[in-house]
């Protein structure tokens, strides 16, 4: 158990949704990361918040969205979902904003847009 | 900017026998790098990190790297290698501006089929 808890696990929708992803950091981390993993491209980074801040973009969509609150959980929105939205969306955290601390990755949410 | 490529997409092995897994990667600045494990219906989870000194990093469950600067690579090796190694491998690296950041930068990943 990483201690980086995503909700929820599994998600199915139809094309043109909006659906909201959360994420729960470990305990005593600051920064989140947003990664999409497809067959097709791979683990892609979509964003990163450091303490309740954008730090760092990505390829992520502009129907894509992404926020961290002062409790720092995360929230990833996607809205006007498409067929190849269809992914594991994983968060990932550490302590700190730069360096090269561990990413504590946690299990991912499988998107199925259909 | 930074790559990763990894050069084999799946690496059948059986157990018991050594196994190498290639990561070559490009960049412009330096770069921190890892190894990360995938086990099925899991997130990622570190095996191992080169930060600098010595080459050779030694890891989790038996694994280590040796980072070539020359060849900019950075091979996961494990001399004897179980069924429950099966699972995808990702090779990364990060740059070392200590920055706003710092994200990973993922190869495509390898599975490692281990055979009985």
């Known amino acids: 158990d990483s201690g980086v808890t995503q909700t929820p696990k599994h998600l199915i929708t139809a094309t043109g949704q909006r659906v909201t992803l959360r994420c729960s950091p470990r305990?005593?981390?600051?920064?989140v990361y947003w990664y999409q993993q497809s067959l097709d491209q791979g683990l892609q980074f979509l964003i990163q918040?450091?303490?309740?801040?954008?730090?760092a973009k990505g390829n992520i969509l502009e129907r894509f969205s992404a926020q961290q609150f002062p409790d720092l959980h995360s929230e990833l929105n996607l809205s006007s979902l498409e067929l190849g939205d269809s992914a594991l969306y994983f968060c990932?955290?550490?302590?700190?904003?730069?360096?090269?601390?561990?990413?504590?990755f946690g299990e991912g949410s499988r998107l199925t847009v259909l | 900017a930074q790559s990763v490529t990894q050069l084999d997409s799946q690496v059948p092995v059986f157990e018991e026998a050594p196994v190498e897994l290639r990561c070559n990667y490009s960049?412009?600045?330096?770069?921190?790098l890892f190894w990360y494990v995938q086990y099925p219906n899991q997130g990622l989870q570190l095996l191992l990190k080169?930060?600098?000194?010595?080459?050779l990093v030694k890891g989790i469950n038996g694994f280590e790297a040796e980072f070539n600067k020359s060849q900019t690579s950075f091979h996961l090796r494990k001399p004897s290698v179980h069924i429950s190694d099966t699972a995808e491998y990702f090779c990364?690296?990060?740059?070392?501006?200590?920055?706003?950041?710092?994200?990973?930068?993922f190869g495509g990943g390898t599975r490692l089929m281990v055979k009985p």
């Open positions: 080169y930060l600098s000194g010595s080459t």
């Open positions: 918040y450091y303490n309740g801040e954008e730090r």
């Open positions: 990364a690296v990060s740059p070392f501006h200590n920055n706003a950041g710092n994200m990973l930068t």
């Open positions: 305990s005593g981390d600051l920064s």
């Open positions: 960049s412009s600045v330096s770069v921190y």
């Open positions: 990932a955290s550490r302590e700190t904003s730069g360096g090269a601390g561990e990413l504590f």
